[in-house]
T-cell receptor, first 110, second 111 residues
């Protein structure tokens, strides 16, 4: 199906474990983004990518790693999960000035 | 650091009432967007405003961009239960390709 998908939709992990959140888009959009959404903070940009192999930090990049070897995929890795990384994570891709968001991944770090 | 402040944070009204949500900043944005988000889903774009003073209408929703491009408002006429959701404003950073989001206004419309 065309669009932007995220997996898993829900994830529970333990402190210190590595976790990778997947994002896939079928539109061949150049720009892709990762946000986290926390109550009272709205959406905060973690990392973004302008094209394959081009990534840059957003507002809250510490503790996260991204890669983009293919245009359609933009995985986000938490190298050593902490409780403060419990959040809902949204991936988005962009055409011109409109961003299209995935359904989100709810991550709980215990 | 550019910030967008939304008010009110929460709004609970009866069906048929009118309401206005505000989005304010001390910074200038090249464009401003309004998104609506429902529980368990990602935000969906409602409108983008680009020109200072611009007014756009989308059925019962009216969006306005301030003359100085620092603020915006969303007015809903005769609210319906289907309007319930989280409304987010977002500004395009003039210094680069980044979007700054406000914390959102959670609207609940009672039948």
């Amino acid at each position: 199906d065309a669009g932007i998908t995220q997996s898993p939709r829900y994830k529970i992990t333990e402190t210190g474990r590595q976790v990778t959140l997947m994002c896939h888009q079928t539109w061949s959009h150049s720009y892709m983004f990762w946000y986290r959404q926390d109550l009272g903070h709205g959406l905060r940009l973690i990392y973004y990518s302008a094209a394959a192999d081009i990534t840059d930090k957003g507002e809250v990049p510490d503790g996260y790693v991204v890669s983009r070897s293919k245009t359609e995929n933009f995985p986000l890795t938490l190298e050593s999960a902490t409780r403060s990384q419990t959040s809902v994570y949204f991936c988005a891709s962009s055409a011109l000035d409109e961003q299209y968001f995935g359904p989100g991944t709810r991550l709980t770090v215990t | 650091t550019q910030l967008l402040e939304q008010s009110p944070q929460f709004l609970s009204i009866q069906e048929g009432e009118n309401l206005t949500v505000y989005c304010n900043s001390s910074s200038v944005f090249s464009s401003l967007q309004w998104y609506r988000q429902e529980p368990g889903e990602g935000p969906v774009l409602l409108v983008t405003v680009v020109t200072g003073g611009e007014v756009k209408k989308l059925k019962r929703l009216t969006f306005q961009f301030g003359d100085a491009r620092k603020d915006s408002s969303l007015h809903i006429t005769a609210a319906q239960p289907g309007d319930t959701g989280l409304y987010l404003c977002a500004g395009e950073d003039t210094g680069g390709f980044k979007t700054i989001f406000g914390a959102g206004t959670r609207l609940f419309v009672k039948a």
